[in-house]
């Protein structure tokens, strides 16, 4: 799902893609059945058993503003609940004409770079609704869109014949400008549509490839190969899971009189693997290292570390985590007194957990310069200048001498 600029149309041409045209899809794949194949762990998953979202896995985008697509709801937490074991998020159209839904995100909970993801959804129906889920870069907040990245696992635009029943795969990235590829359209055969029943949205992302597959069948795939598609560094950096419901924008338009509310985009589950050949536990290459500053001045502390997938970073200082430390080098500016303690940052990813050593910052005090020598106006013993008390007393003294010498001139005269 286009997250920042108006949707390009369709036709994709600017990588290479293989779209697996009048490929049969299985008529039903349940919770049961459905299988990521051999070789995947299972890392994470969310089966929406409780009675509410999760916020351990997800959190929200909220509000209006039309989201980059001119989209027309405005996004609560209200319109996503957890019901009968899925989550639903409903697209409401409410008196006074305006639209309500949700959109949830692991963005700052849970992230992952390379991996199988899947969903099982059921998707709503009509003019205007525009059901998605897909991944961004982490690095969205600090390099913006699209240059962080997108993998749209699944997207429909709704509105009858050759839209109900559609879906679409795609990735974005940043190549001198927006550029994207993927899937033509994947349409289910006549008469079905996706919200007849469930199906399992998948994405399989190597260093190699991106595939995409909808209940276990393989629609399309593209190279993000390094080789061969250099220009796609975004392939291969932690990403995090969205799931949206929007009301209309750019390129499926609004509701219509037809459109009937409310549309629910229901979830069954949602699961994250990881391969086996390719998983391993972070391990630190270049540890933190131990730094004297004085107060005022700045310091960096920097790691170094491996693992697959790549792992993410989290700063603590004595055992608690400093927001948004969450890259290989930690900056500290100004640093005063209550920034002295042990660092250390922890590395995880789907095959384990890493904490590095700590790297103890001290932080000293500034020496205030000494006070300037008195200056010297001459005379007075041992070359210091006499004091302005002193001097008034030398005066009086002075005067009374003179005093005593005019009475004394006064008797003998």
């Known amino acids: 799902m ?11 041409l600017s990588g290479a893609f293989v779209f697996l045209c009048g ?9 049961d059945n459905w299988s990521p194949g051999a070789g995947w ?24 503003g039309g989201w980059g697509n001119n989209e027309l709801e405005t996004y609560t937490t209200a319109n996503a609940t957890v019901q009968d074991g899925e989550l639903r998020i409903t697209a409401q159209k409410n008196a006074d004409g305006s639209y309500t839904s949700a959109r949830l995100k692991t963005q700052d909970r ?14 709503p129906l009509g003019q205007g609704m525009w059901p998605a889920f897909w991944m961004l870069g982490t690095n969205i907040t600090t390099v913006g869109w699209p240059k962080c990245g997108e993998i749209d696992v699944m997207e429909m635009i709704g509105g009858g014949e050759d839209r109900d029943d559609s879906v679409y795969g795609t990735i974005h990235w940043d190549s001198g400008g927006h550029a ?33 597959r909808i209940d276990g069948v393989e629609t399309a795939r593209t190279s993000i190969d390094r080789t061969a598609q250099p220009d796609r560094e975004e392939f291969h950096r932690p990403f995090f899971l969205v ?3 929007a009301v209309g924008g750019n390129w499926p338009g609004a509701p219509d009189a037809s459109t009937v509310f409310p549309q629910v985009l229901a979830v069954d589950w949602v699961r994250a693997y990881a391969s086996e050949a390719t998983a391993s536990a972070p391990a630190f290459i270049a540890q933190p290292k131990a ?84 200056t010297s106006s001459g005379g007075g013993g041992g070359g210091g200048a006499p004091s ?26």
């Not at 762990?41 to 209006?64: I, K, P, Q, R, S």
């Not at 549509?193 to 995409?212: G, K, L, M, R």
């Not at 302005?388 to 004394?408: E, K, S, T």
């Open 291 to 374: 730094a004297t500053a004085t107060a005022g001045d700045s310091v960096s502390f920097s790691v170094t570390v491996s693992g697959q997938p790549e792992p993410t970073l989290q700063w603590q200082r004595d055992g608690v985590s400093i927001a948004g430390a969450t890259s290989a080098t930690l900056s500290l500016s100004n640093v005063i007194a209550v920034d002295a303690g042990n660092y250390r940052v922890i590395a995880t990813n789907s095959a384990g957990t890493t904490t590095s050593d700590a790297a103890a910052l001290t932080v000293t005090t500034p020496t205030p310069p000494p006070s300037p020598a008195p």
């Open 388 to 413: 302005a008390y002193f001097a008034i007393a030398i005066a009086v003294l002075a005067w009374l001498r003179g005093r005593c010498d005019q009475r004394r001139t006064a008797r003998e005269s």
């Open 41 to 64: 762990n299972l890392v994470w998953a969310d089966e929406f058993t409780g009675n509410a979202v999760n916020t351990t896995n997800w959190t929200y985008d909220l509000g209006a």
């Open 110 to 123: 849970l992230s992952w770079t390379y991996g199988k993801f899947a969903a099982r959804m059921r998707l």
């Open 23 to 31: 490929a049969p899809l299985a008529a039903q794949v349940t919770a």
């Open 2 to 12: 286009n997250s920042l600029l108006s949707v390009v149309p369709r036709a994709w």
């Open 180 to 212: 994207a590829t993927g899937s033509s359209r994947i349409e289910l055969v006549d008469p079905e549509i996706f919200h007849d029943d469930y199906h399992v949205f998948e994405v399989e992302w190597t260093p190699a490839v991106i595939i995409w």
């Open 243 to 245: 799931l949206n419901l």
